[in-house]
């Protein structure tokens, strides 16, 4: 079909799906492709009668037709259209019946592809070519039966033998000629035989069928082609018939039948597995890939079999720890380790990989199987139990030297300010030196003591504190001393919780954040203070390891500089690490402020990305005081039962955000891909709400997901989520027109308080 206008009829009455599917088919051959949308059964005959279609894509429930009558009608009137039938994953039975009466082939809705749709679409009309062939071709070969050894035959309108060729069943043509097939074989199988040929007699269309047909000599098994016998008027006279003996190719498709049938069973049992299974053959070609497989890296069976497995799972053709891997497996017959692999969706992902060497009967290698287990939220949840204990490792090692720093730094401190006593009259070169001594030894007692701050954390005074007052100090010396090119803004609320905090210590926090932030935009840009009161729950805390459930409020310091390098994100809190020159930092500006943050029982995390400016939150555990506002003041309104359809592939977090919405009188659907999100919300869009939509999504992604939906209904309202979003992705969103983005990890206050804002 390469370079061919393909012409499509397409009979559907759900707008939804008829839109989705242009989308496709205009994404993946936008030239080639000339679709004609009709949503009527009626109105598609009468398109069919008048112009001819390559293919015809028919849903099997219309307005005025509903299940297989549908497709009989629609096949009846134009065999020579190749028709593919569209049903829902609860119809595949009745696609198959379908299939069975002469349809091409069958998709199901919510697991189509643009590539699918054309593959299915160009193999439909192949193979209506080739039956179109095979139907002129029959003809011709029945003059040609009668000098071969096949068992051909005519019988007349009463079924009666007028001329046999080379008979079965052990008889003779004499035996045979003038009878009837009741009285030659079995009963059972005389009957079954009648059924079929009075078929072909009545409706004038012939048929081929396997059959078992019974005599007193034993059962066997014929292919049995039936076509009618027609005189010089074209009127039925009889049939005729040609039957060949199959009995040896059925005995061994049973065996190959239950062959097939026990390896259905094993694959049924490792689709039931969670793991990734996948086979592939020497050539790392995929042979085999488990729903497990499915779920994890977001390919369909049908899109990652034959694949290289190297274009679907990693950036590069084949990484070189790949390359020891194989040459390990085929060496020894096993390896396991750990590699980073990639989703459809283009989301890096860490998995224990089990390789194990397949061989054939005479023990030569044909494939390998392969385990994956994903293991990259226990890997992160490792890596931040991994990072306290080097920094507490640090912080001890810190301690032991801060002290005897201490112990050096008391009497040279101490000297330098008893000698200009002792010698009063020591000459003015003499007095400056040992200004310089005082002066760099107090500098000393100082970079101890921010060692020791980190290293053991800070004590002071701690009393009932509002940080909004902190907040607003700090933004005064800003702007009275840092460069004109940089902007300081501040949001904080008026009603922000109190902390049980020393004011000091907290101001030197908010006071070297800044300072980094500035050093971080030499050219100017933004610098933002913004604090908020959040109540971390259950789902929060699960998701963070230091977080401990409870009210906290959340100082965010933003800037638009330079950004953090990605490889320095892990060490920028341990202390003297620096990427300053010398003698510009000495590396314990944000290990003082990590020290100072855990002695009063919060935690801090970082956002960064280079040259789009890096984001610190602190965040500090709220406490019961005078101006103290209470987590259950802050008043959420009590849903009306709206819906709520979330669009994620996390089932842990569709079951808690499911749970936890339902538990405030909401009503929700689930989608787990962004091609369901939009067949489901086609489905039920008047009653949906509102959509919360994951933006990294298997299949097809969240952004075009939402420009699908838009499309579908301009006015649907969507919040967006995400763990990590770019700045380019951010940018997406916006052309899409959704300004609500909800960040990974949230708590359930802050879902329910942003769905509240985006359906008043």
């Known amino acids: 079909m390469t370079g061919e206008i393909i012409k499509v009829l397409l009979v559907e009455d759900n707008p939804g799906d008829v839109l989705l599917l242009q989308e496709f088919l205009q994404d993946v051959t936008p030239s080639v492709i000339e679709l004609k949308p009709v949503e009527q059964l009626d109105e598609a005959l009468s398109y069919l009668a008048q112009e001819n279609f390559d293919v015809m894509l028919l849903d099997l429930s219309l307005p005025d037709s509903q299940g297989l009558e549908t497709f009989i009608r629609a096949h009846n009137q134009v065999k020579s259209t190749p028709i593919i039938v569209l049903t829902g994953i609860a119809d595949e039975n009745l696609a198959l019946r379908a299939m069975q009466e002469g349809a091409q082939d069958y998709l199901v809705k919510g697991q189509v592809t643009g590539d699918l749709l054309v593959r299915s679409m160009r193999?439909?009309?192949?193979?209506?070519?080739?039956?179109?062939?095979?139907?002129?071709?029959?003809?011709?070969?029945?003059?040609?039966?009668?000098?071969?050894?096949?068992?051909?035959?005519?019988?007349?309108?009463?079924?009666?033998?007028?001329?046999?060729?080379?008979?079965?069943?052990?008889?003779?043509?004499?035996?045979?000629?003038?009878?009837r097939d009741s009285e030659l074989i079995s009963l059972e199988s005389a009957q079954y035989l009648t059924a079929l040929k009075l078929g072909v007699l009545v409706?004038?269309?012939?048929?081929?069928?396997?059959?078992?047909?019974?005599?007193?000599?034993?059962?066997?098994?014929?292919?049995?082609?039936?076509?009618?016998?027609?005189?010089?008027?074209?009127?039925?006279?009889?049939?005729?018939?040609?039957?060949?003996?199959?009995?040896?190719?059925?005995?061994?498709?049973?065996?190959?039948?239950?062959?097939?049938?026990?390896?259905?069973?094993?694959?049924?049992?490792?689709?039931?597995?969670?793991?990734?299974?996948l086979v592939r053959d020497l050539q790392n070609k995929i042979l085999f890939w488990n729903?497990?497989?499915?779920?994890?890296?977001?390919?369909?069976?049908?899109?990652?079999?034959g694949k290289n497995?190297?274009?679907?799972?990693?950036?590069?053709?084949?990484?070189?720890?790949i390359k020891a891997a194989l040459l390990t497996v085929i060496s020894t017959g096993k390896w396991e380790g750990e590699l980073t692999?990639?989703?459809?969706?283009?989301?890096?992902?860490?998995?224990?990989?089990?390789?194990?060497?397949?061989?054939?009967?005479?023990?030569?290698?044909?494939?390998?199987?392969?385990?994956?287990?994903?293991?990259?939220?226990?890997?992160?949840?490792?890596?931040?139990?991994?990072?306290?204990?080097?920094?507490?490792?640090?912080?001890?090692?810190?301690?032991?030297?801060?002290?005897?720093l201490n112990n050096i730094l008391t009497p040279i401190l101490a000297g330098a300010q008893l000698l200009p006593l002792k010698f009063p009259d020591a000459d003015q070169r003499t007095k400056h030196l040992l200004e310089i001594l005082e002066i760099n030894a107090k500098r000393g007692a100082d970079l101890v003591k921010q060692v020791l701050s980190f290293a053991r954390g800070v004590e002071g005074k701690r009393i009932n504190l509002q940080i909004r007052h902190l907040i607003i100090e700090v933004s005064k010396v800003l702007k009275e001393t840092l460069s004109k090119s940089i902007q300081v803004s501040v949001d904080v609320p008026q009603n922000?919780?109190?902390?049980?905090?020393?004011?000091?210590?907290?101001?030197?926090?908010?006071?070297?954040?800044?300072?980094?932030?500035?050093?971080?935009?030499?050219?100017?840009?933004?610098?933002?203070?913004?604090?908020?009161?959040?109540?971390?729950?259950?789902?929060?805390?699960?998701?963070?390891?230091?977080?401990?459930?409870?009210?906290?409020?959340?100082?965010?310091?933003?800037?638009?500089?330079?950004?953090?390098?990605?490889?320095?994100?892990?060490?920028?809190?341990?202390?003297?690490?620096?990427?300053?020159?010398?003698?510009?930092?000495?590396?314990?500006?944000?290990?003082?402020?990590?020290?100072?943050?855990?002695?009063?029982g919060g935690f801090v995390n970082v956002y960064s990305e280079r040259n789009s400016g890096t984001r610190f939150q602190v965040y500090l555990p709220a406490t019961e005081g005078i101006e103290t506002h209470s987590v259950d003041e802050l008043k959420v309104l009590t849903a009306q039962g709206e819906m709520i359809l979330i669009v994620d592939d996390e089932p842990a977090i569709q079951e808690i955000t499911q749970t936890s919405l339902e538990t405030h009188n909401y009503k929700t659907i689930i989608a787990s891909d962004g091609i369901e999100a939009i067949a489901v919300y086609a489905k039920h869009m008047d009653q949906v709400s509102v959509v919360l939509m994951d933006l990294m999504l298997p299949s097809l992604d969240g952004v075009t997901a939402i420009r699908t939906l838009k499309k579908i209904n301009p006015n649907v309202k969507?919040?967006?989520?995400s763990g990590l979003i770019s700045?380019?992705?951010?940018?997406?969103?916006?052309?899409?027109?959704?300004?609500?983005?909800?960040?990974?990890?949230?708590?359930?206050?802050e879902l329910l308080l942003t769905l509240q804002q985006v359906m008043s």
């Open 203 to 277: 409706t004038g269309v012939g048929t081929r069928k396997e059959v078992s047909i019974t005599t007193a000599k034993g059962t066997q098994y014929y292919d049995l082609t039936i076509e009618p016998l027609r005189n010089e008027s074209q009127q039925i006279i009889g049939i005729t018939c040609a039957c060949i003996d199959i009995s040896e190719q059925q005995a061994a498709l049973q065996q190959r039948k239950l062959a097939d049938e026990t390896i259905r069973e094993q694959a049924a049992l490792l689709d039931i597995a969670t793991d990734a299974i």
């Open 123 to 179: 193999y439909a009309i192949e193979r209506q070519r080739i039956e179109d062939a095979l139907r002129q071709s029959e003809e011709r070969f029945r003059v040609a039966l009668k000098n071969s050894p096949i068992f051909v035959f005519n019988q007349d309108q009463e079924l009666r033998y007028t001329w046999v060729y080379n008979p079965a069943f052990g008889l003779t043509v004499e035996e045979m000629l003038g009878k």
């Open 309 to 321: 497995a190297s274009e679907i799972l990693y950036d590069d053709d084949q990484p070189l720890e």
């Open 291 to 305: 729903q497990g497989a499915e779920k994890l890296y977001g390919w369909s069976a049908a899109e990652a079999k």
């Open 496 to 600: 922000l919780w109190i902390v049980l905090g020393d004011g000091t210590q907290i101001h030197q926090v908010l006071m070297n954040l800044c300072v980094n932030a500035r050093d971080a935009m030499p050219n100017g840009g933004s610098l933002s203070i913004s604090a908020k009161n959040l109540f971390i729950d259950e789902n929060y805390a699960r998701m963070n390891l230091e977080a401990k459930v409870g009210p906290y409020i959340v100082i965010t310091v933003s800037d638009t500089g330079v950004g953090i390098p990605e490889e320095n994100l892990d060490r920028i809190f341990e202390p003297f690490f620096t990427t300053k020159e010398v003698g510009q930092g000495t590396g314990l500006g944000l290990s003082t402020v990590l020290g100072i943050v855990k002695s009063h």
């Open 727 to 749: 700045s380019q992705k951010m940018e997406a969103l916006a052309s899409t027109g959704v300004t609500t983005f909800l960040p990974k990890p949230y708590t359930i206050n």
């Open 341 to 404: 692999k990639i989703t459809k969706a283009g989301k890096d992902i860490l998995v224990a990989s089990r390789w194990s060497l397949v061989c054939d009967e005479k023990g030569r290698p044909k494939s390998i199987l392969t385990v994956d287990t994903d293991i990259t939220e226990k890997k992160r949840l490792e890596a931040q139990l991994f990072r306290a204990q080097r920094l507490e490792s640090i912080g001890t090692l810190a301690s032991g030297i801060a002290h005897d």
């Open 718 to 721: 969507i919040i967006a989520t």
